[in-house]
């Protein structure tokens, strides 16, 4: 399947965005002007076939917009047939597109060449602009967006063409643009009622053929962007030293989704579904911080291997990571986060594996909640930390608020504290971690009785646990680990290195 790359895809997608907003000022000649300055900070080169005023209306017709990426590896083309700007005769303009923009990415990949080929319709789209040339405000309103891109490919190894359609649907919002000598500043609230895609393709070191369909509604975005005078998006590093940044919530309502494959081994379906979900972007040269999350998320799978649908629901999902980019001479908070909170399988699968019920089949869990204090050695989003051979951070402090694994019937949890000794190169951690654990022993008794673990290797840890932990009741155990100068580790008292 032939890839969308990045050439100008991160400049492709600002555009399409930005121009979902379509640009305005208090007059079309001011409003061509402004777009001109905004589409050159996302590295595109604007080229109008021509340029008339005829009465209320600026028409601005066969504008290519050029990208590539710096390397010259990929290129982005984009055509618009017209962009009219109307002066509505309040201090106001209407922005619009005329017919359909069409357009090409074009990378060079192990030999050869892919291209994906792009249509947008966005002819029912319409803003309606006012304010002043430092400080603009759109309403905007697209009942319907339709992008669709097909790929070809010459490289060898490449499948057949694949083909992704998407369309957006009652899109409405506000988007607040002020400009002074040092940045551009953008800020958004928009909403959708909904957005479907369709995509086909053909995996080409596998040979499977794969058809999808996904549907979300209820979509929202809101955030900031900012983009320094002068720089360059597609110079991320650079545009981000300069002080470009970009903090975004997104979030929709709900999501279904379908996909059907042929593969060597027989067919395959899967189905899911979630009830919502969000996320979080934010990027500046303080720091970077993604952050993802889903509420009842179910996903059903049928191949031709197992005779019914193995089915799968996790209640909530999340994901947090947040790092600081810059070199400062001080530690910054960092965060790491991981949760699938109740996790469960359908009755039918735990029958295959578990007729007798030696296990429990309640919903399992995983959680891993850490943060601290960590210091970039140098920019992060410099050309220098990504020649350099290890990551160039150092980690100073790690607060273990809370592990977890819960699963058939087992729970292991803990919480502590560590810092870290960085002077002789290897950190080295001083702290110490408490951990609790119940079930263990009907675990390995139910995996025994089943055949997959072999008794003697029970009895070897149930032996381990009476040394490293401490009976706390039935099944229950609790231990300390404890990290020590020198590299020494503790476990309940026992040193274990």
Not at 33 to 53: C, I, M, N
Not at 125 to 134: D, L, N
Request: proline letters at 5%.
């Amino acid at each position: 399947m032939t890839r969308l790359r990045t050439a100008g895809t991160t400049a492709f997608i600002a555009l399409l965005l930005s121009s979902t907003a379509l640009r305005a000022d208090v007059t079309p000649e001011q409003v061509w002007e402004s777009w001109q300055k905004q589409y050159s900070s996302y590295g595109f080169t604007v080229a109008p076939g021509s340029v008339d005023r005829s009465g209320d209306t600026l028409a601005i017709r066969d504008v290519v917009f050029t990208a590539a990426d710096p390397d010259g590896s990929t290129t982005t083309v984009l055509n618009v047939p017209a962009l009219l700007l109307e002066d509505q005769g309040d201090g106001t303009v209407k922005a619009s597109v005329e017919g359909e923009i069409t357009g090409t990415n074009s990378a060079n990949v192990d030999g050869g060449t892919e291209t994906a080929h792009i249509r947008i319709d966005k002819s029912e789209a319409i803003a309606v602009v006012s304010g002043t040339p430092e400080a603009m405000s759109y309403l905007i309103d697209a009942p319907s967006i339709m992008l669709a891109v097909s790929t070809e490919s010459t490289v060898p190894s490449a499948g057949e063409p694949a083909e992704v359609s998407m369309q957006l649907t009652g899109l409405a919002g506000t988007q607040q643009v002020t400009a002074d000598a040092t940045a551009q500043t953008m800020k958004t609230d928009m909403k959708a009622a909904g957005m479907t895609m369709h995509l086909t393709g053909t995996d080409p070191e596998e040979g499977t053929t794969v058809v999808a369909d996904v549907a979300l509604t209820d979509l929202a975005i809101l955030g900031t962007n900012v983009m320094p005078e002068g720089a360059d998006a597609a110079e991320m590093g650079n545009a981000i030293g300069m002080g470009m940044s970009t903090d975004m919530k997104m979030g929709y309502g709900g999501v279904t989704y379908t996909m059907s494959a042929e593969t060597s081994d027989g067919p395959v379906n899967i189905s899911g579904s979630a009830q919502s979900g969000q996320a979080t972007i934010a990027l500046s040269r303080d720091g970077f911080r993604y952050m993802v999350s889903g509420d009842n998320t179910a996903v059903s799978v049928q191949t031709a291997q197992f005779p019914m649908p193995v089915s799968a629901q996790i209640a909530r999902g999340e994901m947090d990571l947040a790092l600081p980019l810059s070199a400062t001479p001080d530690a910054q908070p960092v965060t790491a986060k991981l949760v699938i909170d109740g996790l469960s399988v359908s009755e039918q699968l735990w029958a295959m594996f578990d007729p007798q019920g030696h296990l429990g089949h309640g919903p399992a869990t995983l959680v891993i909640d850490l943060s601290g204090k960590a210091k970039a050695l140098m920019d992060l989003y410099s050309d220098e930390a990504a020649k350099s051979p290890v990551p160039p951070m150092q980690i100073d402090s790690l607060d273990v608020n809370k592990i977890q694994l819960t699963v058939a019937g087992a729970d292991l949890s803990g919480k502590g504290a560590l810092t870290f000794d960085n002077s002789m190169g290897m950190p080295m951690p001083l702290g110490a971690i408490d951990l609790q654990l119940s079930g263990a022993n009907k675990l390995m008794d139910g995996l025994v009785a089943m055949g997959m673990m072999p008794q003697d290797q029970v009895m070897f840890a149930k032996m381990m646990m009476g040394v490293y932990a401490t009976p706390q009741g039935e099944d229950m155990f609790s231990s300390k680990i404890e990290f020590k100068e020198g590299g020494r580790i503790l476990a309940n008292g026992q040193p274990i290195q």
